[in-house]
């Protein structure tokens, strides 16, 4: 690991004007090493601390954000909406009693999210902001082109934990559980810039698929910080499931990750359905055909099949990672009828 | 001192506690009297804590890590980023000159791999160095801090030449795949100590057909059924939570070498031949370890470079292997595919068994697949063929039973299909065609724990998840080492110490031989102070090969017995009595009816010396052993494992979990109960992570390794451990002063094959590739979808 300085920061003022690049620039290079004159921020630094022992990332500044009030807590909105701000650790996002209530498949994407002590001090907005944990991504060796080289090594080498959906030129995961169930929330982004810019975008627009950008997943811009996710306010029966299977139980990543909110009416009707696919694309991937099969429908173990193979219908599984299409049609299945009885 | 002549002595021996007979044994002069069943004892075979328990859950314990000497640098190696490719030149100066760096030397003859006979020419390109494989060691920093010793290595230049390569196991079997070696390698074959000379075709090295027997043709002519599966292993790393670690300190008086080792003696010797020195000057010193599994028998490259650094900057070095080196170039268990065919008569009685192996341990030899097939069950007929493949990998090394848990995974499977074609019940099979006594009483008492009677047929389990249940056996040799040693001193306060250059690798050696020492003495474990870890003491045992107990125990209690002779001695006049009539008991010596007496303290008291201390080799086990080759031995028993697990299969996900194991093991007497179960606790999570989860990863295109790191290389946790019961056999035959033999490796074999069994029991299809990942389960159930593959 490099010698890097260490700056603390405790407001959001001093924050936007201290950092000048975000962890994806600052991994980006044509000779393969990264820049050393970055400066970054540090939330939880769980990431950043891997990404940095490995050598592929060497700040030359580190802006802790552990002190700044004003990103922690969990508020609801008058209007009935959520407010998590970023430096809300994991741990404290699955506790809470307002989230455990309305919002189960949020809470159990965190829960299943690294290990118990990781949640401890990883938090939501690093967690979103993570980078993908692709082997050749995370290999010094590999210069691929997520960080400026030429080719994705997963297209022709060992593929059997990447994406089966979107892979345009990049065959990662997105790496956040956590944001496979906010997509199917339709949660939003907050974001501030410097001079105090503040701007909300939905989160589907907020991660970026290889075609708009192959060197990042996010529209996070350098000197911005993630501030808040912002949950909508549910309809009256609203109900969500998620569901995660890594190949091992413990602290492992996902090989598939599903989450479903469901708004029903007249009991097992379903007004409006949102599937959700993680560790199944570049980014959280919305299984619209799924959706459109389950709206206006009452759910059956038969409907769930039949959504389950709309979700699958458009993959495209590289050459070691097809078995992971029962995985995700069981998973998918499973957890849209877990929410339907959840009610 | 001896007490007496040789002389025969009469032994408890069986399965206690339901059927101990009495046998007469010769006994050499010297030894200890004989020890009478655990439930008889006070404290051996009694589940004594850890000594060095509450040093280690404090923190408190020294690891090698944690050796921190004046002046002490920090050592680094460079490492080859190329699969193959030769070293056209290397250049220092940079290094050299790099700030705080105090030596800089290349690596050219690294041991630990296969070696290739003398080249014929001595030309340039003889006598430049070639890298084998990513991780290769090239070149060793020495600096006075981490950070300058990491630095140096960057500006070290090399000019590789890269060469073609291969790292796929079927790829390197191909007569024009890029070779590994240039030149035929010497040394024998896949897990072979000696034998005949053995062919080589590029980087195929064999077949060799030794331990082949009968006529198998012939057995197979016999036979009503065979049963035939071609089975596939993967290669699995040690994964030791302590990391390798050395310091070593050159200095003109001699060397001595703080190292994470399971065997401080063979590194001392390896050591002293290395750089000229002789035994005298070489010390090697181990305090707290976490973990060998095979992985630190020698002295690796790391600690060589260490010594040679020392040597040449005229100060300690340090060197600690991070996570990437440990699991690129620590050693690891090889892959294997092993093709096997077995016949049987209607009855079970075997045939023949023909096992057709190759795998590759990289560019090391060594991946035979022991000797399951070869032994287990009673076949007169039984031919072998092995070979090593080299690839452009990482060498593999002894890990925790080499050879045979991957022959368990093949054999044992092939026995559970014959039972079920021939209808018998895979416990009744092996009550037909396993002649071992201890296993038969294994399968009894773990079916009974087990509830093996409520197994039902292959699949029978409704709905997505089933559960399912198998057994599986494994046999290992009852080993032990005879140049091991113990000393027990008594000191003028009534103090003991016991001396071994044995190490306690984590296994509690050092407790058992507190017990040991304290038994025969008549005081508490907590009496006894016990020193390990150093040459400077006594020979002590290797630990590996399960022998540590069965080689130190033995000596232990004869130099207690001995020296508390000498003391009997001392004390007997004052006592007014001989010798002969006294016995030290709770604290005591004293007459054997307790009439006279003084406490043990008050009898060392009246030491004339200071005090006064006995020595004790390890013995040939009484009868003899059944082989014996320098100081490897072993006895005329084995030692016999059965292993019961139940596993639930989501047959939609392909996610196995293991819910249940039983393991009934068998180590001759038990020494510690608490210890023995922590060790196949350990040996069953090993076999359940090796089952399941554990795959080392090369691209078969760059020849990286993807998952050096414990993050995508998957080992069991918390969460994947199943529900363990440990039923010990305690095995009594007579054989040494303590009947005690090793458990380490034995607890290892059984598991993933039982495992399978289950699978197959649970899901109706046979799984014959580990790891049995979802990707494996889901193609065996024929689940895998074949459309719009690209890529």
Redesign the interface.
């Given at each position: 690991m490099n010698?890097f300085e260490w700056v603390s920061v405790s407001s959001l003022a001093e924050a936007t004007s201290a950092a000048s690049d975000t962890v994806a620039n600052a991994m980006r290079s044509q000779s393969g090493q990264p820049k050393t004159e970055a400066i970054i921020l540090k939330a939880g630094g769980v990431d950043l601390l891997?990404l940095m022992k490995e050598g592929l990332l060497s700040p030359r500044r580190v802006i802790n954000l552990h002190s700044v009030a004003e990103l922690r807590g969990i508020v609801e909105e008058p209007n009935g909406s959520i407010r998590i701000g970023s430096m809300v650790t994991l741990a404290q996002l699955a506790e809470h009693p307002l989230l455990r209530a309305r919002y189960p498949a949020l809470v159990d994407a965190a829960n299943q999210s690294a290990s118990p002590q990781i949640r401890q001090v990883a938090t939501i907005g690093g967690n979103l902001l993570q980078r993908p944990?692709c082997?050749?991504f995370?290999?010094l060796?590999?210069h691929c082109v997520r960080k400026g080289g030429e080719a994705c090594?997963?297209?022709?080498?060992?593929?059997?934990y990447h994406a089966i959906f979107g892979h345009n030129g990049c065959?990662i995961v997105h790496p956040s559980t956590c944001a496979t169930a906010l997509v199917a929330f339709n949660a939003r982004i907050e974001l501030a810039g410097a001079q105090g810019r503040k701007r909300v975008v939905a989160i589907e627009d907020f991660f970026l698929s290889p075609d708009q950008d192959i060197e990042r997943e996010n529209d996070l811009k350098p000197g911005e910080i993630l501030t808040a996710v912002l949950l909508p306010a549910l309809k009256q029966d609203t109900r969500s499931a998620h569901m995660r299977?890594g190949?091992?139980?413990?602290?492992?990543w996902p090989?598939?990750d599903v989450a479903v909110v469901l708004e029903m009416r007249a009991g097992r009707v379903c007004e409006r359905a949102a599937v959700v696919l993680g560790a199944a694309a570049p980014v959280p991937y919305r299984a619209r055909e799924a959706e459109a099969f389950l709206a206006g429908k009452q759910i059956s173990d038969q409907g769930a099949r039949g959504a389950a193979r709309a979700a699958l219908a458009r993959?495209?599984?590289?050459?070691?990672n097809?078995?992971k299409?029962?995985?995700f049609?069981?998973?998918v299945r499973r957890c849209i009828l877990s929410a339907t009885n959840r009610g | 001192m001896a007490a007496g002549n040789e002389h025969d002595q009469r032994y408890a021996v069986g399965f206690d506690p339901s059927a101990l007979a009495e046998i007469e044994r010769r006994v050499p002069a010297g030894e200890a009297a004989p020890l009478a069943p655990n439930a008889k004892l006070t404290w051996i075979g009694k589940p004594v804590a850890r000594i060095d328990g509450r040093a280690k859950v404090t923190g408190a314990a020294q690891f090698t890590v944690d050796v921190k000497l004046p002046g002490m640098l920090y050592g680094r190696l460079l490492r080859s980023p190329h699969p193959h490719a030769r070293v056209l030149a290397l250049d220092f100066s940079a290094a050299a000159r790099y700030p705080g760096v105090r030596a800089v030397l290349a690596l050219d003859e690294p041991v630990g791999r296969a070696v290739e006979a003398p080249a014929d020419s001595s030309g340039p390109e003889a006598a430049q160095r070639r890298v084998l494989y990513v991780g290769d060691v090239v070149a060793g920093v020495a600096a006075i801090t981490p950070a300058a010793a990491d630095a140096a290595l960057r500006v070290i230049k090399v000019d590789y030449q890269p060469l073609p390569f291969v790292v796929d196991l079927e790829a390197a079997r191909q007569s024009d795949a890029p070779a590994v070696f240039q030149r035929p390698v010497q040394a024998y074959a896949a897990g072979m100590q000696s034998g005949p000379p053995v062919p080589q075709q590029r980087n195929v090295r064999g077949p060799n057909h030794s331990g082949s027997r009968g006529n198998v043709e012939e057995g197979f002519a016999q036979a009503d059924v065979a049963i035939e599966g071609e089975f596939r292993t993967q290669v699995q790393t040690h994964c030791c939570l302590e990391a390798h670690a050395v310091v070593a300190d050159w200095r003109p008086e001699g060397l001595t070498v703080h190292l994470s080792t399971q065997y401080i003696a063979g590194v001392r010797s390896e050591l002293a031949q290395a750089f000229g020195l002789p035994l005298s000057r070489v010390r090697v010193v181990v305090g707290a370890m976490g973990g060998g599994f095979g992985s630190k028998l020698v002295a690796g490259n790391y600690v060589r470079a260490a010594v040679a650094l020392s040597r040449r900057a005229g100060a300690p070095v340090r060197i600690v292997l991070d996570r990437r080196e440990e699991q690129l170039d620590s050693g690891n268990r090889p892959a294997t595919v092993q093709k096997m065919r077995v016949g049987a008569k209607r009855d079970g009685a075997l045939c023949a068994i023909a096992l057709d192996t190759y795998g590759t341990a990289g560019v090391a030899l060594g991946a035979g697949v022991g000797f399951v097939a070869q032994g287990l069950y009673t076949c007169e007929n039984f031919s072998i063929a092995q070979s090593d493949v080299f690839i452009n990998a990482g060498p593999g090394c002894s890990m925790r039973a080499p050879g045979n848990v991957p022959g368990a995974f093949a054999l044992e499977q092939i026995i559970d299909e014959l039972a079920e074609t021939l209808g018998m019940d895979p416990l009744t099979l092996r009550d037909r065609i396993d002649p071992n006594p201890v296993r038969r009483e294994e399968r009894r008492r773990g079916a009974e724990r087990f509830g093996w009677s409520r197994r039902q047929p292959p699949g029978a389990d409704p709905g997505s998840v089933k559960r399912g249940v198998g057994v599986a056996q494994s046999h290992w040799g009852a080993n032990v080492r005879t140049n091991s040693s113990c000393e027990v001193r008594i000191l003028r306060d009534g103090s003991v110490e016991i001396f071994s250059g044995t190490q306690d690798i984590g296994t509690g050696i050092g407790t058992v031989l507190a017990q040991v020492v304290a038994e025969e003495l008549g005081l508490r474990p907590a009496d006894i102070v016990v020193r390990i870890g150093d040459t400077d003491f006594p020979a002590g045992a290797v630990s590996g090969g399960s022998s540590a107990t069965a080689s130190l125990t033995p000596p232990a209690r004869n130099a207690a017995y001995r020296v508390l002779r000498e003391l009997f001695e001392i004390v007997a006049p004052a006592l007014g009595t001989s010798p002969e009539s006294l016995v030290a008991r709770d604290g005591r010596i004293a007459l054997a009816d307790n009439r006279r007496g003084m406490t043990f303290r008050e009898a060392a008291a009246q030491l004339r010396t200071e005090r006064i201390s006995a020595v004790a080799g390890r013995s040939d086990d009484y009868g003899g052993f059944a082989q014996k080759s320098g100081d490897r031995a072993s006895a005329q028993r084995m030692l016999g494992g059965v292993q019961f697990a139940q596993v639930a299969v989501d047959v939609e996900t392909g996610i196995v979990r293991v819910e249940r194991v039983v393991a009934a093991q068998d180590c001759g007497r038990p020494m510690n109960p608490r210890q023995i179960e922590s060790q196949v606790h350990g040996g069953i999570l090993m076999g359940l992570s090796y089952a399941l989860y554990e795959n080392r990863t090369i691209d078969r295109h760059t020849g990286h390794v993807l998952n050096a790191d414990l993050e995508h290389y998957k080992i069991a946790r918390s969460r994947e451990t199943p529900a363990i019961e440990v039923i010990i056999l305690e095995n009594y035959q007579g054989t040494s002063a303590t009947d005690a033999y090793g458990i380490a490796e034995p607890s290892n074999i059984a598991t993933a094959p039982a495992i399978a069994n289950a699978v197959y029991n649970a899901i109706g299809v046979r799984v014959r590739q580990l790891p049995m990942t979802p990707a494996t389960i889901l193609a065996a159930l024929g689940r895998i979808p074949t459309r719009s593959v690209r890529g």
């Open positions: 010698s891997d944990h082997w050749y995370r290999s060796d590999h090594f997963a297209f022709t080498g060992e593929n059997q065959a299977q190949e091992l139980e413990s602290f492992d090989l598939a993959a495209m599984p590289l050459g070691g097809a078995y299409l029962p995985i049609d069981a998973l | -």
